[in-house]
T-cell receptor, first 112, second 109 residues
Framework: KAGVTQTPRYLIKTRGQQVTLSCSPISGHRSVSWYQQTPGQGLQFLFEYFSETQRNKGNFPGRFSGRQFSNSRSEMNVSTLELGDSALYLC???????????FGPGTRLTVT | AQRVTQPEKLLSVFKGAPVELKCNYSYSGSPELFWYVQYSRQRLQLLLRHISRESIKGFTADLNKGETSFHLKKPFAQEEDSAMYYCALRAGGYQKVTFGIGTKLQVIP
């Protein structure tokens, strides 16, 4: 079974721009969660989607948004990028909301 | 709000020595606790969860509600155990997972 895939793997953007990251969950998994990982803060929860609906949301500003499609694929968008948004963004999928999470390789975003 | 604390950023032990990675949490209810591991150049993966009460790769962890701890232990460290270890908590079945900042385990040959 193919694992969680994330595209792109690396991204360099300029302050003020916006970015869209994509996550394809494991086949059959319906829950997708997003995390921001930085050396100083560790993994911080962004949001969770299940059945195309946002179910949980972390403490991030409204510049961070996401969505999930009917095939369970998910995207997250960050608008008006700031230098502090530079991080590894991880996506995790699970069969259902309480099941084990499987992580993708992450997208490394650098904001200059 | 729930919080997970891993007091050690780096833990160095010699091969064959016992390992204990500390994890303390703050949550007033009955949480679900996890340990995740990330080996070099690999993805973050679940190592074990407290409800399973199983031993994975020789590691065990016991939930101590009185001390609000979920320490990860292994009696004899192996070089292949070198990795980043994250403790995590979920407040309830459908709640978000909160991670600690992680502890890097370095096993010295």
């Amino acid at each position: 079974k193919a694992g969680v895939t994330q595209t792109p793997r690396y991204l360099i953007k300029t302050r003020g721009q916006q970015v869209t990251l994509s996550c394809s969950p494991i086949s059959g998994h319906r829950s997708v969660s997003w995390y921001q990982q930085t050396p100083g803060q560790g993994l911080q929860f962004l949001f969770e989607y299940f059945s195309e609906t946002q179910r949980n949301k972390g403490n991030f500003p409204g510049r961070f948004s996401g969505r999930q499609f009917s095939n369970s694929r998910s995207e997250m968008n960050v608008s008006t990028l700031e230098l502090g948004d530079s991080a590894l963004y991880l996506c995790a999928s699970s069969r259902d909301r309480a099941a084990e999470q499987y992580f993708g390789p992450g997208t490394r975003l650098t904001v200059t | 709000a729930q919080r997970v604390t891993q007091p050690e950023k780096l833990l160095s032990v010699f091969k064959g020595a016992p390992v204990e990675l500390k994890c303390n949490y703050s949550y007033s209810g009955s949480p679900e606790l996890f340990w995740y591991v990330q080996y070099s150049r690999q993805r973050l993966q679940l190592l074990l969860r407290h409800i399973s009460r199983e031993s994975i790769k020789g590691f065990t962890a016991d939930l101590n509600k009185g001390e609000t701890s979920f320490h990860l232990k292994k009696p004899f460290a192996q070089e292949e155990d070198s990795a980043m270890y994250y403790c995590a908590l979920r407040a309830g079945g459908y709640q978000k997972v909160t991670f600690g900042i992680g502890t890097k385990l370095q096993v010295i040959p």
